[in-house]
């Protein structure tokens, strides 16, 4: 079965600091691995997402992850992060065929400092 | 209008009352999907659907059930609420990618 860990359960940052979430994930086979944001009150969206290629995602809001297949991991990135970053984090790992549904970590809150 | 329209947005009820939740979809995707969000669990899913004749079982689906009355329409009912089942409540839909991309605003249940 899959699983995902996200080893951060809250991260406090001030502005302009750079952002490093880490997300593992533990999966026998070849995975789809995707980064949500929840903004304070919202529902999810999604960040970025990767299936196969280049293992430098970029996503929206200069948001960047890395697949590691090596290291089963996949964290995400910012240089230089605001205080409308603040949100909550959830990456997500689901089989590359696609027929199972996404598995959950259980969140990294980020909080942005002025 | 919203994609993902979930309704009600937000329920108090009495421990043993029978519930639902309905969601409704206007991106003609044949995926659905019910989670729920505990604070520090992340999302767990309860059950999902592939088109109109395919339920399945997500990780915590005991005291839930579903129904896909339509391709745009997936319900989750409980039959019997439990205090422990008071969490927020998203539906989400996909394409035949299987990534949820699309999720309903939630709906809060709170179960006295």
């Known amino acids: 079965a899959q699983s995902v860990s996200q080893h951060n359960h809250h991260v406090i940052l001030s502005e302009a600091a750079s952002l490093e979430l880490g997300c593992n994930y533990s999966?026998?086979?070849?995975?789809?691995l995707f980064w949500y944001v929840q903004y304070p009150g919202q529902h999810l969206q999604l960040l970025l997402k990767?299936?196969?290629?280049?293992?430098l995602v970029k996503g929206i809001k200069g948001f960047e992850a890395e697949f590691i297949k090596s290291k089963f991991s996949f964290n995400l990135r910012k240089p230089s992060v605001q205080w409308s970053d603040t949100a909550e984090y959830f990456c997500?790992?689901?089989?590359?065929?696609?027929?199972?549904?996404?598995?959950f970590g259980k969140g990294t809150r980020l909080s942005v400092i002025a | 209008d919203a994609d993902v329209t979930q309704t009600p947005r937000n329920r108090i009820t009495k421990t043993g009352k029978r519930i639902m939740l309905e969601c409704s979809q206007t991106?003609?995707?044949?995926?659905m999907y019910w989670y729920r969000q505990d604070p520090g669990l992340g999302l767990r899913l309860i059950y999902y659907?592939?088109?109109?004749?395919?339920?399945n079982k997500g990780e915590i689906s005991d005291g839930y059930s579903v129904s896909r009355q339509a391709q745009a329409k997936f319900s989750l009912s409980l039959e019997s609420a439990i205090p422990n089942q008071t969490a927020l409540y998203f539906c989400?839909?996909?394409?035949?990618?299987?990534?949820?991309?699309?999720f309903g605003d939630g709906t809060r249940l709170s179960i006295l």
């Open positions: 991106k003609g995707h044949d995926r």
């Open positions: 999966y026998g086979g070849t995975v789809n």
């Open positions: 997500a790992v689901n089989a590359r065929s696609g027929n199972t549904p996404l598995v």
């Open positions: 989400a839909t996909s394409d035949f990618s299987g990534v949820p991309q699309h």
């Open positions: 990767y299936f196969s290629g280049d293992p």
């Open positions: 659907s592939f088109d109109v004749k395919d339920i």
